[in-house]
């Protein structure tokens, strides 16, 4: 395509965004307009489509507050997104919201916080290799993730470039729009990296360019299309290219241009000057992408023929296929600690879902979430070292989900601070991404209140769409993932370091977020209990009218149960901060702060979780 009618496709790309925020009085112009080069040129080397072709390459904008770029790109390409959704941008009820969310035709996964995008990104790239390994490496799409300097001064890129880096993700290409602006001026103010030699030690494959140079674009485009290692695209831009007087100032960052000074600009640029203007060349250029696409796919499926196992892992990656697991091999009998009853499930799930993979935070041993039976995933297996990064492991997990595989990561629950925004994004997004946290609360006794869990259970259950089960045993544990794997949501387990007693001889329902494991009509008491604390609460109810509620998903609770089964006084029994047991209980034993050092008898007795003691407050 000739530079003249990448030109025109830049400019409408430019002035679309332009006018989005400047209708909605709200947005960030200057990325819009210095990216607008890059991505002209992309869509003559990408592969995308509006079929969601399971070949295609995937496009993430990691930067999530160029928003209005992404929306004029897809409308012109020719995505479900019409010209009156542009125009009611950021608007109530609008596809085209303040920053990129999955509703949107074409949208591959929500990026808002900073950094997040490039782990998602690596979380593509790693989930296209694991899934063409199954299907005789015939994938062989790439994945594309815009970024800017706020990214890379998140701690999370780091931890997930350093991943792509031992991984050795050659599918994966970062267009880092380097304008050395942030919101409050020149970036070197706070970030003088050299980023050169900082993706150098990284393994990556450097190229740098003038991101506003077409035919340096094209070639650098090219230039990754073949490489060995990730690559990232180092291109030299211009926030808001063609502002005229506001040209690279940080004043174009997160406000509008505003009428006068967009009308400016179309001028300089020889542009229409009409409010959502379209070319309809620009809008050729981009619909020939998907156009060429098409073609692409339709030669991919013919020329590949895969076997019925092989069909049987696309359909679960579609989504097609319902994950039904038989967990009756495994022994209810026995007292396990939950992290591993939890083990034995999770091995389970892995031998009969084929797209169910993961790992943990370099604690596989500690979390017991290592699966036996499988290589690491470099090596066509299905364990995940993820090394000491747990910001970034949430975050990858993330794009797996959305590329269809059904991702675990693991961490300690006093660690799932780390990783919280990818939870909640994973949870914004209703993706079927499981959680696992073990040393679950103070049983952790000698490594004393640094690594002892008070207010992070309560935190995972706040967050609106992801349910958190706390099992007591391992009839519970396999109840709680039956119900996990049928969730369209995602999924937190917490799961104990000690060993507890096994209490149910079947497999409980808990459908409904809790089942009486000891019940009367006429009980003058029910205590609500969950996880190691249930077989507590059982010994304070022994030879009492006493109701035992075990509820092992508070949030499936607060939803299903019937609240009129409740009898008496009603008392919540748990080793952590739990103030959300107070909506239905009249007296809590919980933890008031954070723990303390010692063995775990002794520390459980001075915080006052002793049957004795509890019965002497009844």
Not at 97 to 110: C, F, N, Q, S, Y
Not at 271 to 285: H, L, M, R, V
Request: glycine fraction near 6%; hydrophobic fraction near 40%.
């Amino acid at each position: 395509m000739n530079n003249e009618t990448l030109e025109k496709m830049s400019n409408n790309l430019r002035f679309l965004s332009v006018d989005m925020i400047n209708r909605a009085n709200s947005g960030h112009p200057g990325v819009a307009m210095g990216l607008s080069d890059i991505l002209a040129v992309l869509s003559t080397k990408i592969n995308l489509n509006t079929k969601n072709h399971i070949n295609r390459d995937r496009l993430v904008f990691s930067g999530g507050h160029a928003s209005s770029l992404i929306y004029s790109f897809l409308h012109l390409s020719g995505f479900n997104l019409s010209l009156d959704e542009l125009k009611n941008f950021r608007q109530l009820g609008s596809l085209a919201a303040g920053h990129p969310e999955i509703k949107t035709h074409g949208v591959e996964i929500d990026t808002g916080p900073l950094g997040q995008g490039i782990a998602n990104a690596v979380g593509f790239a790693m989930a296209a290799k694991f899934a063409s390994s199954k299907l005789n490496n015939s994938l062989n799409h790439k994945i594309y993730c815009l970024c800017g300097d706020g990214d890379l001064q998140e701690g999370i890129s780091y931890e997930a470039c350093s991943l792509a880096n031992v991984h050795n993700l050659n599918n994966l290409v970062l267009i880092y729009d380097s304008n050395e602006i942030s919101i409050e001026g020149d970036v070197k103010n706070t970030f003088n990296d050299d980023m050169y030699f900082r993706f150098m030690s990284l393994g990556f494959n450097v190229i740098m360019i003038d991101g506003h140079n077409f035919d340096e674009i094209s070639k650098a485009l090219e230039m990754t299309k073949n490489a060995e290692r990730p690559s990232i695209i180092i291109a030299k831009t211009k926030i808001g290219k063609g502002a005229c007087e506001l040209e690279g100032s940080e004043k174009t960052h997160g406000s509008p241009l505003g009428a006068e000074l967009a009308l400016k600009a179309k001028k300089a640029a020889n542009w229409n000057e009409e409010e959502f203007y379209i070319d309809s060349e620009a809008k050729n250029g981009f619909e020939k992408m998907c156009k060429r696409s098409d073609e692409y796919f339709a030669s991919w499926d013919k020329a590949n023929k895969f076997s019925d196992e092989q069909l049987e892992f696309i359909a679960y990656l579609e989504g097609k296929k319902d994950l039904n697991v038989d967990f009756s091999k495994l022994d209810l009998s026995k007292n396990y600690a939950t992290r591993d009853s939890n083990h034995a499930c999770l091995n389970e799930i892995a031998k009969q879902i084929p797209t169910f993979l993961g790992g943990s935070a370099d604690l596989a041993p500690s979390n017991k979430t290592y699966l036996k039976d499988y290589a690491d995933i470099r090596n066509g297996g299905k364990n995940i070292a993820f090394g000491i990064r747990e910001h970034a492991m949430g975050a990858i997990i993330n794009a797996m989900a959305r590329y269809g595989l059904h991702p675990f990561c693991a961490t300690f629950l006093v660690f799932s601070d780390y990783l919280k925004p990818s939870i909640r994004l994973a949870a914004l997004m209703n993706l079927k991404a499981f959680f696992v946290f073990s040393h679950d609360s103070i049983g952790v006794g000698e490594d004393g209140p640094t690594h002892q869990p008070i207010e992070q259970i309560s935190t995972l259950r706040n967050i609106p769409n992801l349910y958190t089960f706390r099992p007591a045993d391992m009839a519970e544990n396999i109840a709680c993932w039956q119900v996990a794997l049928k969730l369209n949501n995602p999924s937190a387990f917490t799961l104990s370091r000690s060993a507890l007693p096994s209490l149910n001889t079947s497999i409980p329902d808990i459908s409904k977020g809790a089942y009486f494991i000891k019940y009367s009509d006429n009980a003058e008491a029910t205590i609500i209990a969950s996880g190691s604390e249930v077989a507590l609460a059982l010994e304070v109810a022994k030879d009492k009218n006493i109701n035992v509620l075990s509820m092992p998903c508070f949030e499936l609770f607060d939803k299903e149960f019937d609240k009129s089964l409740l009898k008496g006084k009603i008392i919540g029994i748990e080793a952590a901060r739990s103030y959300e047991l107070y909506k239905y209980c009249d007296e809590l034993f919980i933890m008031d702060s954070f723990g303390a050092s010692g063995k775990e008898k002794d520390v459980f007795k001075y915080f006052g979780f002793d049957a004795e003691k509890i019965k002497e407050k009844l």
